[in-house]
Nanobody, 119 residues
Framework: QVQLVESGGGLVQPGGSLRLSCAAS????????MSWHRQAPGKQRELVAA???????TYADSVKGRLTMSRDNAKKTVWLQMSSLKPEDTGVYYC?????????????WGQGTLVTVSS
């Protein structure tokens, strides 16, 4: 059974920091591209950051320079270090694992962790 379990969300003041974690089980972790997505209230889910099995990272323009994604294949875990947080960073953050299988994409989602940036 595949599980992605996020943790680390919470309430933080503008300018503050948080570190999100996502622990995976039931998959060959090193074969997957891992990513973080967020969904703000009333908005569609959007990609925030992604990391390849070879540690190549990509970020949404809105978070570049403030968020850093990393992974440890041995621990089957990814992290999202968030700093200089803004109210617009508020949302539910979801962890995603994806890999190509033949002509399709196999993808799994975590249950999400809520980040609230507010004074």
């Amino acid at each position: 059974q595949v599980q992605l379990v996020e943790s680390g969300g919470g309430l933080v003041q503008p300018g503050g920091s948080l570190r999100l974690s996502c622990a995976a089980s039931g998959i060959i972790f090193s074969s997957y591209i891992m990513s973080w997505h967020r969904q703000a209230p009333g908005k569609q889910r959007e990609l925030v950051a992604a990391i390849s099995s070879g540690n190549i990272t990509t970020y949404a323009d809105s978070v570049k320079g403030r968020l850093t994604m990393s992974r440890d294949n041995a621990k089957k875990t990814v992290w999202l270090q968030m700093s200089s947080l803004k109210p617009e960073d508020t949302g539910v953050y979801y962890c995603n694992a994806a890999r190509a299988v033949g002509g399709a994409t196999l993808t799994y989602w975590g249950q999400g962790t809520l980040v609230t940036v507010s004074s």
